[in-house]
């Protein structure tokens, strides 16, 4: 069983660790969407949003705006 502080550092190499493969695909991809981080990733849809607000919030990226619908149809994604 893990130690309490043992957790606690699992945790946060795993936020450190999802950060930055978020902050890498975004990098080599452009404007995306958080589902298209999210297919490309693996990671959740609210992991995305997540790390997405971190990032916002600490001036790393920007919105570049609304994208394209799908062909169904449907809300714009934030790019």
């Known amino acids: 069983m893990l130690k309490k502080t043992e957790t606690k550092n699992s945790l946060k190499t795993l936020k450190f660790r999802n950060r930055k493969l978020v902050l890498s695909f975004m990098r080599n991809a452009g404007a995306v969407s958080v589902n298209e981080i999210s297919r490309a990733t693996g990671l959740s ?3 995305v949003h997540k790390i997405i607000d971190h990032y916002l919030e600490e001036g ?3 919105n ?3 994208g394209v619908s ?3 149809g449907g809300k714009k994604p934030n790019l």
Do not use: D, L, R, Y
């Open 60 to 62: 790393m990226i920007s």
């Open 45 to 47: 849809k609210m992991t």
């Open 70 to 72: 799908t062909e169904e």
């Open 64 to 66: 570049a705006g609304k």
